[in-house]
């Protein structure tokens, strides 16, 4: 999909303070400092959600002990880890992480590993031609911003309240669909749904965006239509969900030293995205 809205959410971004901090007689006095970060979905959440028609977030730099965080071993076997970190570097203790579209949270770890340890991202990268593993450096700065709005080749209709509506085209049925948030990300990567999603990765996926058919909103209903309904539909079902879905996109192309082979690499967020020199 063509991202025609692009922008850069680092852009002048300086995770260093530009002045000498004022001496202060008491360690103890010393507050965590704070910065904002511009959200991808510009706030695009129902009322009632605390981040609501909010264009950004503040957001505190991470301290050594968030660190703790990211080498705690329980957390990181439950996958936690970067859940746990999101919600102590979030300023405001009204916003739950798990209810971030997962583009918002992208931009926050961004934020935070950039402030924390710069916006070069050094890590190693196995070859997908020769499968020769080396070491490559990912520049933070070098990224698109899809701000969710970009349907105008999808017949969709914005109900206001974060949810979109369109009517499939051979079943004509009405379907009413959202962004995901990072719950759904969770509950998709959870031990009881992983091997389930690695053989029904496309209807999985859809079952967590769709909202209603036809204002049926149950999850027997919701199940039925999605494994029976024609490829036809169900790719442009997953056309308008990447259509209304607000991202931020860190590719970048990668050229093997042993094979020449180049390729345009995601990168990846995990543990490992937070560690300088992994």
Request: aromatic letters at 8%; one cysteine or more; proline letters at 5%.
């Amino acid at each position: 999909m063509r991202r025609n809205n692009e922008d850069r959410l680092l852009k002048g971004h300086t995770p260093t303070p530009t002045e000498e901090a004022p001496k202060m007689g008491n360690p103890m006095d010393f507050v965590t400092p704070t910065q904002f970060v511009e959200l991808p979905s510009k706030g695009r959440y129902p009322e009632g959600h605390a981040l609501h028609n909010k264009e950004s977030i503040e957001i505190k730099y991470m301290t050594a002990k968030d660190e703790d965080i990211l080498t705690n071993r329980s957390l990181l076997k439950k996958g936690l880890a970067i859940d746990r970190l999101i919600n102590n570097v979030i300023k405001d203790s009204g916003v739950d992480s798990r209810s971030l579209l997962i583009g918002d949270r992208n931009a926050i770890l961004i934020y935070a590993r950039a402030s924390a340890y710069g916006e070069d991202y050094n890590t190693k990268v196995k070859c997908p031609n020769c499968e020769t593993v080396s070491k490559f450096t990912f520049d933070l700065q070098d990224h698109e911003v899809f701000h969710g709005d970009s349907w105008a080749d999808i017949d969709l209709s914005d109900n206001s309240d974060g949810t979109f509506s369109l009517t499939l085209p051979v079943s004509n049925i009405v379907t009413r669909i959202r962004p995901m948030v990072v719950m759904d990300e969770i509950q998709l990567a959870s031990k009881e749904n992983s091997k389930k999603s690695e053989k029904e990765m496309v209807t999985q996926q859809i079952k967590k965006f769709v909202v209603s058919f036809n204002g049926y909103d149950d999850a027997p209903t919701i199940n039925y239509v999605v494994n029976n309904m024609i490829a036809k539909e169900s790719l442009l079902l997953r056309d308008a969900f990447k259509s209304i879905s607000p991202d931020i996109v860190l590719e970048q192309t990668f050229t093997c030293k042993n094979c020449d082979h180049e390729e345009v690499m995601a990168v990846p967020f995990g543990t490992d995205f937070f560690w300088p020199n992994s």
